[in-house]
């Protein structure tokens, strides 16, 4: 079946620091691929997402890069906020059913100033 | 924002009483899911509707039953709390079962069982 797996963390970084959290998948067909940002105390929220190979998603300076041939999503920042503070969760959807996205166990990233 | 409502946003309950989570929706999506998220095992999927009437269980769905008697309304029953069910409960919405769909999620339930 369809998986995701990504580092669980704690991440800790320092403000401006690069930001890279790894995720790769296994999946039927070809997914779409996501990624989802949890701020302490509220839901998800997507962040952004590839539906082809080779697209990039991007969204408030974060970007990651749909890579067939490594089954990765891993997504990036250049540099970090404080406010970047939260749980990430990268996920994917193949379309096989009505049981809707797989996820990742999620990566807690903590930015201190 | 999605318009996904989760109700009650914090609930204590004792052992063994029944306790009903509900998920409202004004976006009029065909697709309804409840997850639970614990530390170490992120979002798993308890059950999920495809239409009114149309359930289906998740990876976790023992000791919880669901129903959907209209769009808008996706109800979690927990028939009787224990305390493995302490948990935040996640309501999410989408539009269709495609691939690129992507799904809206509501702010979440805490629920302990005490």
């Known amino acids: 079946g369809d998986s995701v797996t990504q580092m669980e963390g704690p991440v800790t970084l320092s403000e401006e620091a690069f930001l890279t959290i790894n995720c790769t998948y296994t999946a039927t067909g070809y997914p779409s691929l996501f990624w989802y940002v949890q701020y302490p105390g509220e839901g998800l929220q997507l962040l952004l997402k590839a539906t082809k190979a080779d697209d990039k998603g991007s969204n408030k300076g974060f970007e990651a890069t749909y890579r067939k041939e490594t089954t990765s999503f891993h997504l990036e920042k250049g540099s970090v906020q404080v406010s970047d503070s939260a749980v990430y969760f990268c996920?994917?959807?193949?379309?096989?059913?009505?049981?809707?996205?797989?996820f990742g166990k999620g990566t807690h990233l903590i930015i201190q100033p | 924002d999605a318009g996904i409502t989760q109700s009650p946003r914090h609930k204590v309950t004792e052992t063994g009483t029944p306790v009903t989570l509900r998920c409202h929706q004004t976006?009029?999506?065909?697709?309804m899911y409840w997850y639970r998220q614990d530390p170490g095992h992120g979002l798993r999927l308890i059950h999920y509707?495809?239409?009114?009437?149309?359930?289906d269980k998740g990876e976790v769905s023992d000791g919880y039953s669901v129903s959907r008697s209209k769009t808008e309304d996706f109800l979690l029953t927990l028939e009787s709390a224990t305390s493995s069910q302490t948990s935040v409960y996640f309501c999410?919405?989408?539009?269709?079962?495609?691939?690129?769909?992507?799904?809206?999620f509501g702010q979440g339930t805490r629920l302990t069982v005490v």
């Open positions: 996920a994917l959807n193949s379309g096989g059913g009505a049981d809707g996205l797989t």
């Open positions: 999410a919405i989408s539009e269709s079962a495609g691939v690129v769909t992507e799904a809206f």
């Open positions: 509707s495809y239409g009114v009437k149309d359930t």
């Open positions: 976006e009029n999506h065909r697709y």
